[in-house]
């Protein structure tokens, strides 16, 4: 019996490795359709009774503008081009905020949110947080910085149903994605950590001056040479 159960559980190992590779390889060609993230937001708002929207529309990393890839590098990974998918100051400086009991505070790099977003559901636990590290490295190794930002760019929640960097643009400042400015670029990437609660255009003085925090480390991004 021993020796069944051990044969199953490494034999269902196996399947789970080469299953979450082949995604990796198949996800670094073909465009995102739907997150896990998507359908549990549309659950919850059924289960509130709310209308279910969902606005998400793929475009190419060369029709997103170069602004908004530098607003969020500014605001969400200020050392993305150069990591290998994870920022271990940043990390550092995350456990440390959090000891002091103000503010839970993550150390997520893009390439982690982008690993969590695609594959993985939401919430806190040591399996789900394993996982990450598991894809995060799957991604880096099959993708690179380019296409991470692209599913990045396409998949992240950007307001109340809003994702991606197209069906944000178009909601808050009802123009094409490759066509932001500095500043609302900076609007977008302001509301990231609250998408829901925030307004990237409308907002309030906090989200404002988080604006010109960003657009200020913008100028320290460089060029994106992925």
């Not at 890839?69 to 200020?78: N, R, Y």
């Not at 960097?165 to 950590?193: D, F, M, N, V």
Request: proline letters at 3%; one cysteine or more; hydrophobic letters at 40%.
């Amino acid at each position: 019996m021993l020796k069944k159960i051990s044969r199953f559980f490494f034999k269902a190992l196996l399947w789970f490795f080469a299953l979450s590779i082949l995604s990796a390889i198949i996800f670094r060609f073909v465009p995102v359709p739907y997150t896990p993230l998507m359908a549990t937001r549309a659950l919850e708002n059924k289960a509130d009774g709310s209308e279910m929207v969902c606005s998400h529309d793929w475009v190419s990393l060369e029709e997103i503008s170069p602004n908004l890839q530098k607003a969020v590098i500014a605001s969400e990974d200020a050392n993305f081009l150069t990591h290998h998918g994870f920022d271990f100051d940043a990390i550092q400086k995350a456990m440390k905020n959090n000891e002091k009991g103000k503010k839970i505070k993550g150390g997520s790099t893009i390439s982690q949110q982008t690993a969590k977003n695609v594959f993985l559901w939401q919430g806190r636990s040591y399996l789900r947080k394993g996982l990450e590290v598991y894809f995060t490295v799957l991604i880096e190794i099959f993708w690179g910085k380019e296409r991470i930002m692209e599913v990045y760019l396409n998949s992240i929640e950007m307001g109340n149903g809003v994702y991606g960097a197209e069906a944000a643009s178009q909601y808050w400042y009802h123009k094409k994605a490759e066509y932001l400015t500095k500043r609302e670029a900076a609007g977008i990437a302001a509301i990231l950590p609250n998408p829901r609660k925030f307004k990237a255009s409308g907002s309030s003085v906090y989200i404002e001056n988080r604006k010109s925090r960003i657009v200020k480390h913008m100028g320290y991004v460089g060029k994106l040479n992925y």
